[in-house]
């Protein structure tokens, strides 16, 4: 894997299944996040550090240079190298 952090991902809300490309940020977490679809604003899932690794197609900057462990990576959400 790269020393590269990968910054863009797509966004799932699991309330109305809408989507959308974003940029992470890479100096912080975000614990909350407004889905544009439904107005739903997301928290982390149980054991998730942040909103992009319970609900993204790639977990936040953070999880990428700590090599993933949280629930979601071991289901397959996210599988580092």
Request: with cysteine.
């Amino acid at each position: 894997m790269s020393d590269q952090n990968i910054l863009e991902t797509v966004i799932t809300c699991p309330v109305c299944g809408h989507t959308k490309a974003e940029t992470m940020p890479t100096d912080a977490c975000q614990y909350f996040y407004d889905c544009t679809g439904c107005g739903t604003v997301l928290k982390p899932k149980q054991g998730d550090c942040c909103v992009y690794c319970s609900y993204a197609t790639v977990p936040c900057p953070s999880m990428q240079g700590a090599k993933c462990k949280s629930v979601t990576c071991v289901k397959g959400h996210y599988e580092p190298d």
